[in-house]
């Protein structure tokens, strides 16, 4: 783990399994590569039993690189992967893992119910049709033809195969990208019936408010690597970032100068200041007689997602970006 890291959160109580049993997800220095991008640089992971862990990243961080790998689906160039102290392909074949690709395709011509049983009837142990149907909000849709849903209604389907054979670890790549506000809701409803029950999750996603609200554990990944591990509120607090607004007029400049000040961003007459210290800025506002409209507030996930993000040849955190005038980025490195 990398500076940016923090401690996990711990699992569920009744999720650990008996003492010693290997963790959900142990991902051991992981590297592959495509032609000349390195899609995963050396990640590794490890997830307990019963978490659920959202796995963050900009597009291209490696992300559905990372996931493929882990259940088997690439091979590494590099490194190891395991599942509940197995080979992926064998926990896979055993039903212990569900996944739901970012793009999959289903079987047409067959109706929902057709589809879950033919699909269950894989398993050892598969859930009852009835649990599935409902674990995905999928109830009245059992008659619907597959080719006749809706793009929501489709992801809610490939959801209920990934949980079919009633898996111990579920893996879920942007499960919510097609979703309206309602269906992610529900979504979200089956998922955290599903934890209740002492399973674990690994989502990746885009929606930062999401992973703040599901997720035990965020995972940022930025070029193939973890840049930040830890609860949401760990993440805030290792970026240590707030944000000071003030209305200024003239010259602005000499803003990026004050103490405590690692990016600045103008928007017409508004200052808005992303510090390290905000103290210190402020005490030095005040200084300067600049304290028009003044306003502290603290950093969200999405500001600490951007610092941990913004590319630059080192990584420490934070470490100055500068914005422009006009409010665009950019590296200050
Ligand atoms: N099969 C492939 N062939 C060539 N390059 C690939 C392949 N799969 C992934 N890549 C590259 O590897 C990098 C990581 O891609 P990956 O899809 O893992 O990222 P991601 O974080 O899932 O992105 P997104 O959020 O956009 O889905 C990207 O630069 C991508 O273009």
């Known amino acids: 783990m990398n ?11 009744d999720a650990t399994g008996s003492p010693g049993a290997p963790p959900a997800v142990a991902l051991s220095e992981l590297t592959k590569s495509f032609g000349a991008v390195r899609a995963v640089d050396g990640l590794s992971l490890e997830i307990p039993r019963g978490q659920t862990v959202a796995l963050l990243g900009p597009n291209g961080a490696g992300k559905s690189t990372a996931i493929g790998m882990m259940l088997g689906l690439i091979a590494p160039d590099s490194g190891r992967a395991e599942i509940f102290g197995g080979r992926p392909g064998q926990a896979v074949r055993a039903g212990r893992v569900g996944a739901m690709p970012q793009e999959g395709g289903l079987i047409h011509r067959v109706t929902v119910g057709e589809l879950i049983r033919f699909v269950a009837g894989t398993y050892q142990d598969p859930l009852p049709l009835e649990r599935i149907l409902a674990g995905a909000g999928l109830g009245g849709l059992a008659g619907r033809r597959v ?7 489709a992801q809610r389907v490939r959801f209920a195969l990934a949980l079919a054979g009633d898996p111990d670890l579920i893996v879920l790549d942007e499960p919510t990208s097609a979703l309206d506000v309602e269906a992610r809701r529900e979504f979200w409803d089956g998922m955290r019936r599903f934890a209740a029950r002492g399973k674990t999750i690994l989502f990746s996603t885009h929606y930062l408010e999401e992973a703040d609200e599901h997720a035990d554990r965020i995972v940022v990944i930025d070029r193939g690597r ?7 509120r760990e ?6 970032l707030t944000t000071v607004g003030v209305t200024v007029t003239g010259e602005t400049s000499w803003l990026a100068g004050l103490p405590g000040v690692s990016a600045i961003e ?23 007689g600049a304290v028009r409209d003044l306003e502290v507030s603290p950093a969200d996930l999405e500001d600490a997602f951007v610092a941990l993000t913004a590319h630059r040849a080192t990584p420490p955190v934070p470490s100055p970006v500068r914005t422009g005038p006009a409010g665009q980025e950019e590296s200050a490195v």
């Open 3 to 13: 500076a940016n890291a923090v401690s996990p959160a711990p699992p569920a109580a």
């Open 226 to 232: 973890i840049v930040a591990d830890g609860t949401s």
């Open 235 to 240: 993440i805030k607090r290792v970026t240590a």
């Open 147 to 153: 080719d006749k849903l809706s793009g929501g209604q």
């Open 266 to 288: 103008i928007r017409g007459d508004r200052a808005r200041l992303r510090c390290t210290d905000s103290d210190a800025t402020v005490v030095a506002l005040a200084q300067a």
